[in-house]
């Protein structure tokens, strides 16, 4: 199975850099199209983005629901990247993995307080 890695880096609206990857399965078949982790710097901490994208690939990787999200076209909770709507792209824009709706998503996170992306992301 091929997996497709993308990385997004931010800033929480106080001022909190963050890392998302983004690993998307290419067989449709597979219960997890979409995993994201995220990785949070506090505010003393310097902001390295080799680190940012070690440690939320590791936990978009992991089996553990800290600091992971996980779309599934198989799952009735699972959020709902793809009813973003922006650009006009298709339902199903992570199994075509198409990155531009995986910035929109991404730059949305941007709009949350660090608090609120630790609930997001249950860390």
Not at 26 to 41: A, H, W
Not at 78 to 94: A, D, P, Q, R, V
């Amino acid at each position: 199975m091929e997996q497709k890695k993308f990385f997004y880096h931010g800033k929480s609206i106080n001022g909190y850099r963050f890392t998302i990857a983004g690993l998307f399965y290419s067989n449709i078949n597979y219960p997890e199209d979409l995993s994201l982790g995220i990785s949070l710097c506090s505010l003393s901490d310097n902001f390295v983005k080799k680190i940012g994208r070690d440690r939320s690939l590791g936990r978009a990787m992991s089996s553990s629901s800290k600091g992971r999200i996980i779309n599934s076209l198989y799952s009735p909770d699972s959020f709902s990247l793809f009813m973003t709507g922006k650009g006009g792209f298709s339902e199903n824009w992570f199994i075509n993995n198409e990155l531009p709706p995986f910035l929109y998503f991404c730059e949305e996170l941007e709009n949350l307080s660090s608090a609120e992306l630790k609930t997001y992301f249950n860390l």
